[in-house]
């Protein structure tokens, strides 16, 4: 395979064939990421796409699982995706799901007819980082979009049939708007209604302008009790009426898995737990990964 620089996927596609169909992140302006600093942004020319595939299939006897990497895929005009989408199904008839991450703006970029056509082709489940429901804290870590947009992006993606897992990041408002970040995010959250919602712990990367940030004392960073606490917020204000719940990321104090409503109390009581105990539960720092 010809992989481009460092490669990331979400920790379900672990066992996936990741195929390098974009090159870097074409927003890359977040100030909490330093995934792709090192990349241009490109999108990779299809014969260099199909070509990875070709090779894949030669040394793979069974993929069942496809993630499109790297940071939004989707910003692919929609001939060109309908074209690896369409190898894709030829040479690998068994693969169950295709996915990749996608911005808000590449989803509200793309027509609704456009969005079921890769889907139809093949293209199931998209991961949309929402990070934050809070508008001032959206415009302080410069995602580039607000929450309106979060949420028009992840109805339409579900309108037009796909999977949604999302992401919101405990930690990014700091100790100065953590309510906010709270309260906020728990609303954009029930607006979309994702399958899936994942709730990872912010780490300042060396590099990034929160980083910086940091080193200068203009943002302060929460403790592991502020960061529960936060969460704990933000599960009691969900209302969602179906969807996977996911907390056990490397970058979690504590980890916590469930389902939607249905685990809501066995949630809540974990974390009571963990700030019951504190030391005894939480994750050292040396042990969190992204």
Not at 124 to 149: M, P, R
Not at 208 to 214: K, M, N, Q, R, S
Request: aromatic share 8%; net charge negative; proline share 3%.
């Amino acid at each position: 395979m010809n992989y481009e620089g460092n490669i990331y996927r979400p920790p379900s596609e672990a066992y996936s064939l990741i195929i390098q169909v974009s090159i870097g992140c074409s927003h890359n302006q977040c100030t909490f990421c330093g995934m792709y600093k090192e990349k241009s942004f490109r999108l990779r020319k299809a014969d260099e796409i199909l070509e990875d595939l070709t090779m894949a299939r030669k040394t793979h006897s069974n993929v069942e699982r496809i993630f499109l990497a790297d940071g939004n895929a989707l910003v692919i005009p929609n001939f060109q995706l309908e074209r690896i989408l369409l190898e894709i199904r030829r040479l690998f008839p068994e693969c169950k799901r295709v996915s990749a991450y996608s911005a808000p703006k590449d989803i509200l970029r793309k027509t609704s007819i456009e969005l079921e056509k890769i889907k139809e082709l093949g293209l199931n489940l998209l991961y949309l980082g929402i990070e934050s429901g809070s508008d001032i804290i959206l415009d302080k870590i410069n995602k580039g979009v607000g929450s309106q947009e979060m949420i028009e992006a992840g109805q339409k993606a579900g309108n037009a049939g796909f999977k949604l897992s999302v992401t919101v990041i405990s930690g990014l408002g700091g100790k100065e708007l953590w309510q906010e970040h709270a309260l906020k995010s728990a609303e954009v959250v029930n607006a979309i209604q994702p399958d899936y919602f994942s709730l990872l712990t912010l780490l300042v990367q060396e590099g990034t302008i929160l980083f910086e940030a940091v080193e200068k004392g203009e943002f302060q960073l929460q403790g592991p009790e502020e960061v529960l606490k936060e969460a704990r917020w933000m599960i009691q204000g969900l209302e969602l009426k179906n969807t996977v719940f996911r907390s056990n990321h490397a970058s979690n104090y504590v980890a916590l898995k469930g389902s939607l409503p249905k685990d809501r109390e066995a949630l809540l009581n974990t974390i009571d737990q963990a700030l019951d105990d504190k030391e005894d539960f939480y994750k050292h720092e040396l042990y969190r990964r992204l």
